[in-house]
């Protein structure tokens, strides 16, 4: 089946400092992709959806400077966290959609010391 | 707007107890619907879906019927394992390419 790769799986950063992670599809092309944030013992909340070559539409609540998504190409969507509070802990996960279809990404653990 | 709400947990069940987590959904229109399977520390992988009605999908034992008129999708498994201690989401998609709603999740642990 498609398969979709984040890296990294988990890191750890200082507060204040940014933090870029990858979402990429690896053996299809990926017209729309998803990040999703997850809080621990909680469900999977929308942050906000990439299109290849255009700006990302983000969920009511998200802060779009401070969670700077790109889609340069259709394998390829990242997400960079900017001024890294300690509340921007959490489970990160990206989906990738070809047409009909969507697959997920392990997840990347954030921590914000 | 479209929603989810699925049984809350934890559940916890002794090994071969017969399992059932109630999902139950809102949608204007005709979603698919899914659930997915998240091991500690892991992403979700899908574990079964139905795209319309009376439509079963089935995996690993694991089974679920979109039901229309109860608006229904609730999970089934006949003899549950240890190894099927996890959380699972029930989740639909009105569209392919859409994002998905997803359930509260419920966490179930399996004891030997």
């Known amino acids: 089946g498609a398969v979709v790769s984040q890296h990294p799986s988990w890191v750890i950063c200082k507060s204040g400092t940014s933090v870029k992670i990858e979402c990429r599809s690896l053996?299809?092309?990926?017209?729309?992709m998803f990040w999703y944030r997850q809080f621990p013992k909680q469900s999977l909340m929308l942050m906000a959806t990439?299109?290849?070559?255009?700006?990302?539409?983000?969920e009511q609540g998200v802060e779009k400077d401070k969670f700077l998504i790109n889609h340069a190409s259709l394998t390829l969507s990242t997400l960079t966290v900017t001024s890294a509070h300690p509340e921007d802990s959490s489970f990160y996960i990206c989906?990738?959609?070809?047409?009909?279809?969507?697959?997920f990404g392990p997840g990347t653990r954030l921590t914000v010391t | 707007g479209d929603s989810v709400t699925q049984m809350e947990g934890p559940v916890t069940l002794s090994e071969e107890a017969f399992l059932t987590i109630n999902c139950t959904y809102t949608a204007t229109g005709y979603p698919s619907l899914f659930w997915y399977v998240q091991y500690p520390g892991e992403g979700l992988q899908l574990l079964l879906k139905a795209t319309k009605a009376d439509d079963k999908g089935s995996n690993k034992g694991f089974e679920a019927t979109y039901r229309k008129e109860t608006t229904s999708f609730h999970l089934e498994k006949g003899s549950v394992q240890v190894s099927d201690s996890a959380v699972y989401f029930c989740a639909l998609s009105d569209q392919g390419n859409t994002p998905l709603v997803f359930g509260k999740g419920t966490r179930l642990s399996v004891i030997a």
């Open positions: 053996d299809f092309q990926a017209t729309t």
């Open positions: 990439s299109n290849e070559g255009s700006k990302a539409t983000y």
């Open positions: 989906s990738a959609s070809p047409p009909n279809e969507q697959y």
